[in-house]
């Protein structure tokens, strides 16, 4: 089953890591769904790709214009930079916020569950990250494990590019699957 009719956020900023929102966003757009990314600035973001900045992508709502009704699903790429940004603005906090309390999937890579941290929707769940910021999950009082995709009730993380096969698969099984009881803010 195609993901037709399926409309799909891609939350991020300049610093992006480049292949972690590339790459979720031609495996969404390969099964049918529309895709469109979400900023909190207009024109284009510049992704970070090998200690350098990498390749643009236009946006096509700033955040303050997006409303997660519109969407099936909410994809949270990482890098540094953009999750750092993003996780000071209430607005991107807020639009987070609003897909778990909807109880719709989302997926956090790498960086990005830094986000989930200052939304404040981790506690009490399964997941995984870079390893440099395990801490900072176990923390903010999630179980955090050392696996390439872990799901948890529509949310769907992983640690690093190279578990972007799996992690791409489970956004996909995710959305196909639809609202979760279980996901929570």
């Given at each position: 089953m195609k993901l037709e009719n399926k409309k799909?956020?891609?939350?991020?900023?300049?610093?992006?890591?480049?292949s972690e929102l590339f790459k979720p966003?031609?495996?969404?757009?390969?099964?049918?769904?529309?895709?469109?990314?979400?900023?909190?600035?207009?024109?284009?973001?510049?992704?970070?790709?090998?200690?350098?900045w990498g390749k643009t992508i236009k946006i096509d709502k700033k955040i303050n214009e997006a409303n997660e009704n519109d969407y099936n699903a909410l994809v949270l790429p990482?890098?540094?930079?953009?999750?750092?940004?993003l996780?000071?603005?209430e607005s991107a906090l807020n639009f987070i916020r609003a897909f778990f309390k909807s109880k719709k999937?989302?997926?956090?890579?790498?960086?990005?569950?830094?986000?989930?941290?200052?939304?404040?929707?981790?506690?009490?769940?399964?997941?995984?990250?870079?390893k440099s910021i395990k801490d900072d999950v176990v923390n903010a009082g999630a179980h955090w494990i050392d696996e390439e995709v872990v799901v948890d009730s529509g949310l769907v993380t992983s640690r690093k590019?190279?578990?972007?096969?799996?992690?791409?698969?489970k956004i996909i099984e995710e959305v196909r699957e639809g609202k979760h009881v279980a996901q929570h803010a």
């Open positions: 799909i956020a891609i939350l991020a900023t300049d610093g992006f890591e480049k966003m031609e495996a969404l757009k390969e099964e049918g769904a529309i895709v469109h990314i979400i900023s909190n600035k207009d024109g284009e973001i510049k992704s970070w790709d090998d200690a350098n990482g890098g540094v930079i953009s999750p750092d940004i996780r000071v603005d999937p989302v997926a956090a890579i790498c960086h990005a569950p830094w986000l989930l941290i200052s939304a404040g929707v981790i506690q009490n769940r399964t997941v995984t990250s870079y590019p190279n578990d972007l096969p799996a992690f791409c698969d």
